[in-house]
């Protein structure tokens, strides 16, 4: 008997003090007590991991308030705590086109957005009130899901004037080569790349390649970070053509994208939940209008006449790389449609005044998009040169250097545009099937014409890159033809051997 009433008060004991914990009255649980399992339990781990339950309703989803029943603090701020089983239904709810699973690498980068990148989330949420309208079109205009907008989200965090440490730029993060590839325009006056409207359609084609190339959206993602070629070897290697089966054969970063991706994806539609809320920004007029320059005009006489700031034009205009707003080429210039009226009333005052105005280069202007690059362990300068893609007498030319040592932790000056694509190969790829002519240049360097045949994921930049040629060559060699490549297509290819 003693023993039972025991029993019973230190069950009364436990009881009692886990509704004093839910009222508030005791911080934590009194050190007299000493709970027999993890139930009462209050301690979290970084990643937080929740002792909350979900009174799941049959199929429909549960009012957002009734699902916080703890929160934790993390910087300052009370985050509210939910389970893997309440994130997992959530993703369900979304009904994409595009897989949404949920696992640890998933939940982990919730973690990541919603603990350690508030604030920047919460720009982000602001700025998307404005970019993902505009992506949503242009992306069903070309055939894709919609919903491949939260692509720029881990590609730039929104941000048009984002450079990669490869010189990766824009909202989509384009290369230089890849970008001309698609057909976006870099001149001394535009780089589309930046543009909202021309990165987008460059993104969206590349995503519906590879997704004809692949069938499977969450492999098209991927293959968005790292490349066909990192893709195909792969599936070669893993026998499958499922993300999840080939993920250990892709490069590391890639390993995480797609769990990045579709942890954006959660984040951007319930971020509510997480007490997340957007920061709009005050450059983001009511209305946008476009409007087609016949005459050479500025920024500044616009801003002039029309009392728009040269910050919120530079924000609708992001690609301009100048003051000078592009009238040789078909280039929309994108004003708030408030002041479309009195722009059309000025426009002959605007054009008259910008004839004085010289030209202001806002960056880039000489060499493209200059990339200061750290050096790391173990670097050397024809790994750099590699994955910059120029050479290493270009390396050595830009930053003064008289050998090829470097040391950790010093400053290189990149200009991936300027890249030459000059490296020489002694050996066709696999995809060669012949060399069947030889001549000789001016300067007796030995050219050859080589057959090369395309396989699945070839690229122009790749093939360019492999035999040492530029993209250009290949157009010329090639033709229209070039511009779409099908598997099982020859494409003569001039190389210097």
Wanted: aromatic share 12%.
């Amino acid at each position: 008997m003693k023993g039972q009433n025991r029993i019973r008060n230190l069950r009364f004991i436990l009881l009692l003090s886990s509704f004093l914990m839910a009222a508030g009255i005791f911080a934590q649980v009194p050190s007299w007590v000493q709970p027999a399992t993890d139930t009462f339990s209050f301690s979290l781990p970084h990643q937080f991991d929740s002792n909350d339950s979900l009174n799941e309703t049959e199929n429909d989803l549960t009012e957002a308030d009734s699902l916080i029943e703890q929160k934790i603090s993390f910087a300052g701020v009370d985050v509210p705590v939910f389970t893997d089983s309440i994130y997992a239904q959530r993703l369900s709810f979304l009904n994409s086109e595009i897989p949404l699973p949920y696992n640890d690498d998933v939940r982990r980068f919730i973690d990541l957005y919603v603990l350690n990148r508030r604030d920047q989330v919460q720009r982000m949420l602001g700025l998307s009130q404005f970019y993902f309208p505009i992506f949503e079109n242009v992306l069903t205009q070309n055939g894709v899901p919609a919903d491949l907008k939260y692509l720029s989200v881990i590609e730039s965090a929104l941000n048009p004037n984002a450079i990669s440490r490869s010189g990766a730029t824009g909202l989509w993060q384009f290369m230089y080569s890849t970008a001309k590839l698609y057909g976006l325009t870099m001149n001394s006056f535009l780089d589309e790349r930046r543009d909202i409207y021309g990165s987008t359609e460059g993104a969206a084609h590349y995503l519906k390649n590879m997704y004809d190339v692949y069938g499977d959206w969450l492999v098209a993602i991927a293959s968005y970070n790292c490349g066909p070629g990192n893709i195909n070897r792969a599936i070669t290697r893993s026998g499958s053509t499922s993300f999840w089966e080939m993920r250990k054969y892709l490069p590391r970063e890639t390993r995480d994208y797609v769990p990045a991706f579709i942890a954006a994806f959660y984040v951007m539609n319930y971020y509510e939940c997480h007490d997340l809320c957007p920061e709009y920004p005050a450059l983001v007029p009511g209305s946008v209008c476009s409007v087609q320059a016949v005459s050479r005009i500025t920024l500044d006489q616009v801003s002039k006449f029309t009392a728009v700031s040269i910050d919120q034009l530079k924000f609708l205009n992001p690609g301009l790389k100048t003051n000078v707003v592009p009238h040789s080429f078909d280039y929309e210039f994108r004003i708030p449609g408030d002041v479309y009226d009195l722009f059309g009333t000025m426009h002959d005052s605007i054009v008259l005044a910008s004839v004085s105005d010289k030209t202001k280069y806002y960056f880039g202007s000489q060499y493209g998009d200059r990339v200061v690059y750290t050096v790391r362990r173990g670097d050397n300068l024809g790994k750099i040169a590699a994955r910059y893609h120029v050479s290493v007498s270009q390396l050595k030319s830009w930053n003064g250097l008289h050998s090829t040592l470097i040391r950790t932790g010093q400053k290189l000056k990149i200009y991936p545009k300027g890249s030459s694509y000059a490296g020489k190969t002694s050996t066709a790829s696999s995809g060669a099937v012949s060399s069947p002519t030889t001549s000789t240049s001016n300067n007796s360097a030995e050219t050859k014409i080589i057959l090369h045949k395309v396989i699945y994921g070839d690229t122009l930049w790749d093939i360019a890159r492999h035999y040492g040629t530029t993209i250009e060559k290949l157009r010329e060699m090639n033709g229209a033809m070039a511009n779409n490549l099908k598997p099982g297509m020859v494409l003569k290819v001039q190389t210097k051997g």
